[in-house]
Structures are given as C-alpha cells and as structure tokens.
C-alpha cells in the first residue's frame, strides 16, 4: 500500500518538476524576447537554470520524504536486532569464543580439544 502511495507521489512530483521546468523555459523566452542587449539574454538563460535546478532539487526532496514516510509506516525487519550498547567494538566473536576485555581478542571459552558447550557427540552406525 505505502509503495503504491510513494510511486504515486513520485509520480506527481516529477509532473509537477515537468510544468516548472516548462514555466521557466516559457519566461526565458519572453525575457530574451524583450531583452535589447545581449547580457540580458545571458541573464533571462542564466535565469532559467536556476529555476530549473530548483525543480530538480524539489523533485528530490519530495521523493526522500516519501522514501521517508514508506519507511516509517514499515514493517520491522526480523531476525534484525539493534546493536548492543557498550558492546566493545561493536562486532559479536565467534560460537566459543568470549572477548577478552584487556586485549578485546577472542579467546576460547571452553578447553583447547575439546567440544563446544552444547555439542553431543554420537555415533552413526
């Protein structure tokens, strides 16, 4: 739903981009139609890009705050989770291992040679 909503959005924010563009376009006309120097056609050019960068840059924000308003009303991701504050470095260590605070290295946290907590050994016949 909110990707439709934000296409649509989208959408009327490039046509609406299009007619400033075609504004700008049609006063840079009737500026270099009037103007007697040739700075003055400059300027009414000049002029134009402005307006048109301006659009431009209107179409862009209004896409980010529709990106912004999708993902507001979003779903949580699972299997996600936020990260752990005072976590050190930030990164999780390795299954069996647990960080050493002096040196933040993993080191093993069970017996060299042995198995992992947790791990049952059994045989297949």
Do not use: F
């Amino acid at each position: 739903m909110h990707s439709v909503k934000e296409k649509v959005s989208n959408a009327a924010a490039a046509a609406q981009e299009k007619v400033e563009i075609m504004i700008a376009k049609g006063e840079e006309k009737a500026e270099k139609a009037a103007a007697r120097t040739e700075a003055e056609k400059v300027i009414a050019k000049e002029g134009r890009k402005v307006k048109e960068a301006e659009a431009k840059m209107k179409l862009h924000e209004t896409k980010a705050e529709n990106a912004a308003e999708k993902l507001k009303h979003s779903r949580p991701v699972y299997g996600h989770h936020d990260p752990v504050v005072g976590g050190g470095q930030g990164h999780h260590a390795p299954v069996g291992t647990a960080a050493n605070p002096t040196t933040v290295v993993p080191t093993a946290a069970y017996p060299a040679g042995s198995h992992p907590p947790g791990h049952h050994h059994t045989k297949h016949v």
